[in-house]
């Protein structure tokens, strides 16, 4: 069956991801997409015509796939809570994260390459933050239920961990020795429990 421009296009996107993770945005060029892709020479220019629009193809396929990484984590949010509240959802997030180390590395590495390059590029930040959006829904839907008082606050502190935990495990000084499952499991719930503690300061924040 002849390949379809959808089917070319998820093909350009998907190594112009393994190019940046891989080489990082330096390394990434209409001919080194065409070859590594095993593609004709002039096929990625053909679909996108200039760099800026290349790296907008691989940020659009990694929110789409990111998009349903966060569905699929969301479908498991109603049983962890009603299955062992707390501690369940704790597993929940390190098998979360543990894919996102261990088996997305790569797209995990071209996800923080292209944070940089939104920061620079007005037109990708908004791309960009919507593969943000979605974890912050679920994670104040979570958090909320598991009883939060400030479910906003506390999801901007979750997901600031989580990226944090994946940062480092991939690209900082814990990158020698990511974490176990085990590990992320036991830090996840330490912070949840730590979260959630009441305090006087949560009982005058504003929720959120």
């Keep these: 069956m002849p390949e379809t421009s959808s089917q070319r296009v998820d093909l350009i996107a998907r190594t112009a991801v393994h190019l940046i993770a891989s080489r990082g945005l330096r390394g990434l060029t209409h001919r080194a997409v065409d070859e590594a892709a095993g593609l004709p020479p002039g096929s990625t220019s053909y679909h996108a015509r200039t760099r800026a629009r290349l790296i907008e193809i691989a940020l659009l396929h990694l929110a789409d796939e990111g998009a349903a990484r966060t569905d699929t984590v969301a479908l498991g949010v109603p049983a962890s809570l009603t299955g062992g509240g707390l501690d369940a959802m704790a ?60 479910p906003q606050r506390h999801a901007r502190a979750l997901i600031a961990w989580s990226e944090g ?21 036991a830090d996840a719930a330490e912070f949840l429990r730590a979260l959630l503690a009441p305090s006087d300061a949560s009982a005058k924040d504003g929720g959120g």
């Design 165 to 185: 935990m994946v940062f480092d495990s991939l690209a900082g000084s814990g990158a020698a020795r990511p974490p176990s499952r085990g590990e992320l499991r």
């Design 91 to 150: 597993r929940l997030i390190a098998d979360y994260l543990h894919t996102t180390i261990y088996e997305d590395t790569e797209r995990s590495l071209a996800r923080f390459e292209l944070a940089l390059e939104a920061n620079r590029r007005p037109e990708l930040r908004a791309v960009y933050d919507s593969l943000g959006r979605r974890f912050e829904t679920v994670a104040r839907m979570v958090l909320r239920d598991l009883g939060s008082s400030a």
